[in-house]
Every structure is written in C-alpha cells, then in structure tokens.
T-cell receptor, first 113, second 109 residues
C-alpha cells in the first residue's frame, strides 16, 4: 500500500515557541491531506483538510492562526503549531488520500514544556 | 459527530474469530463503510472497506447487512498482534473521516 511519512516522530519544545511537522506521501500524489490530533485514550479528532494549492479548511473549534497548514505540493503538507502551550501537547497524525482511501502517517508526538 | 457506534471493548481468545460490530443506521446511499485499526502510538492502519456487498481480503472479512445499517468486521483467526483499537467509519470515498470512539479489542493468550 501507499506510504505516508511524518517528520519528526517526536518533538519537545518550550512554551511559546513554534514547531513544524511535515507530512509526505512517498509513492503517490495526494491532492488532499488531512490533519488529526489525538489526546491520550481518546479517538482521533479531525483538525483540518488540506488541498494542494489552496487554503486549508479547518474544523469547528480549531484555531487557524494557531495551527498553520501549508500544502505547497502534491506530496508535502506541513502543520505549524505556533506559540505552543502545554495544552497543545498531543499526538498529531496526518493522512493523504488517493482515489479509494486515506493512508495515515505514523504520527508525531509533541510535548510542550 | 461520528455516524457510527461501536462497543467500547471486546476480548477474544487467540486463534478464535473476532467479530466486531458497528452500527451506522444513518448511512447514505453513496457512503462506504471503512475499517481501520490503531495499535498503540501508531497511525491508523487500513483494514477493509465496502459499499453493500460483503468483502474479504487477506486481513479480514466485512459483512454488511442488507439494509446497510450495520456491519461486522471479522478477523478469522485472531492473534496477539491484532490487539488494537478498531474504528468503523462511514464516508463518501476519500471525503473526511470522522472517527468515533472505536472498539478496543484485546486478544487473550
């Protein structure tokens, strides 16, 4: 099946700093990518839908100025958590879609100290 | 809100079939049923999907009722490595997925 990678797999940052997470589709072109957040013992929560070359569509309650999404190419989308706070600590997962299904990345664990 | 409901947890003996139910009573005619699983601290893994016919692949079988209001994922011979959270998702193809709470399957030795 198709492979989606995320980088970094783990990141620790200080409160008030920004951190960027990359999501790449390695062997296919993805016109649409999705970003999810998952807190411990909870389900995945969709944050935003990212289409190549256009602005991301954010789910209700997700601050677009805090979670900046860029989808500049058909194989790369980035999520930047700006001015991170401890409550932003979470597991961030991206997915990329082809015609039939979504392929998920391995996730990025963000810890804000 | 998720369009699916699943039991929160299930146990299954190793080597036996695991049958995971999912209710999706408000499913629309053009919506598919997808199943994914998530092993601890990893991204979800695709298992199988279907529209109205039963489907089988190397991992599992998917049984969809005739009225399409519910489905069952069958792992024919569960192993310890099948211990995971299983998510049933209803979606129009590659449209956004809304995850429910899933079923935490524990395979017992």
């Amino acid at each position: 099946g198709a492979v989606v990678s995320q980088h970094p797999s783990r990141v620790i940052c200080k409160s008030g700093t920004s951190v960027k997470i990359e999501c790449r589709s390695l062997d296919f072109q993805a016109t649409t990518m999705f970003w999810y957040r998952q807190f411990p013992k909870q389900s995945l929560m969709l944050m935003a839908t990212s289409n190549e070359g256009s602005k991301a569509t954010y789910e209700q309650g997700v601050e677009k100025d805090k979670f900046l999404i860029n989808h500049a190419s058909l194989t790369l989308s980035t999520l930047t958590v700006t001015s991170a706070h401890p409550e932003d600590s979470s597991f961030y997962i991206c997915s990329a879609s082809d015609r039939d299904e979504q392929y998920f990345g391995p996730g990025t664990r963000l810890t804000v100290t | 809100d998720a369009k699916t409901t699943q039991p929160p947890s299930m146990d299954c003996a190793e080597g036996r079939a695991a049958n995971l139910p999912c209710n999706h009573s408000t499913i629309s005619g053009n919506e598919y049923v997808y199943w994914y699983r998530q092993i601890h601290s990893q991204g979800p893994q695709y298992i199988i999907h279907g529209l109205k016919n039963n489907e089988t692949n190397e991992m599992a079988s998917l049984i969809i009722t005739e009225d399409r209001k519910s489905s069952t994922l069958i792992l024919p011979h569960a192993t310890l490595r099948d211990t995971a959270v299983y998510y049933c998702i209803v979606t129009s193809g590659t449209y956004k997925y809304i995850f429910g709470t899933g079923t935490r399957l524990k395979v017992l030795a």
